[in-house]
């Protein structure tokens, strides 16, 4: 098990809370999908293992996932999960936005990480017509040509 720093392990413990707060409004409003067994077993995992990354990316997933809802549901996940963690699920949309501008300006992603930050960002404007579009794209090819 990765040993993280006091400030990573904050971090992990925020981002468990914030996917379980959605999860369980989703499971009691009747908007989950899935079993609310198996909405929560990747993140039980990956909040086990102490993977950050993991649970980065699996609170982005919900994110993309909530924002297809209705916006009376966005809404409602959003005060619960601010309710039981202070922070608000759109609260990390802009930061992540702010960082996918960085590595457009940059013009190469370095990692995974930003990898499914990228891709993320495209899924969320893709078929909008915006011009960031064709970058996303073009930076996502670049670095599945590398890996």
């Not at 909405?39 to 982005?60: H, P, T, V, W």
């Not at 999960?81 to 922070?87: D, F, H, Y």
């Amino acid at each position: 098990m990765p040993r993280l720093k006091p400030e990573h392990i904050a971090e992990l413990n925020r981002l468990h809370a914030q996917c379980k707060a959605a999860i369980d409004f989703l499971y009691n409003h009747g908007h989950l999908t899935v079993g609310r067994a198996e909405a929560e077993s990747g993140i039980a995992d990956a909040f086990a293992k102490q993977e950050l990354r993991g649970m980065r990316m699996a609170l982005r997933d919900l994110r993309a996932w909530v924002s297809h809802l209705p916006a009376m549901v966005r809404q409602g996940v959003d005060r619960a999960v601010a309710s039981a963690t202070g922070v608000g699920l759109s609260d990390g949309a802009s930061q992540d936005a702010a960082k996918a501008r960085a590595i457009i300006q940059r013009g190469r992603i370095r990692n995974a990480s930003e990898f499914y930050l990228i891709r993320a960002r495209l899924d969320q404007i893709e078929g909008t017509g915006a011009t960031e579009e064709a970058q996303l794209r073009s930076l996502i090819a670049a670095f599945e040509v590398r890996e």
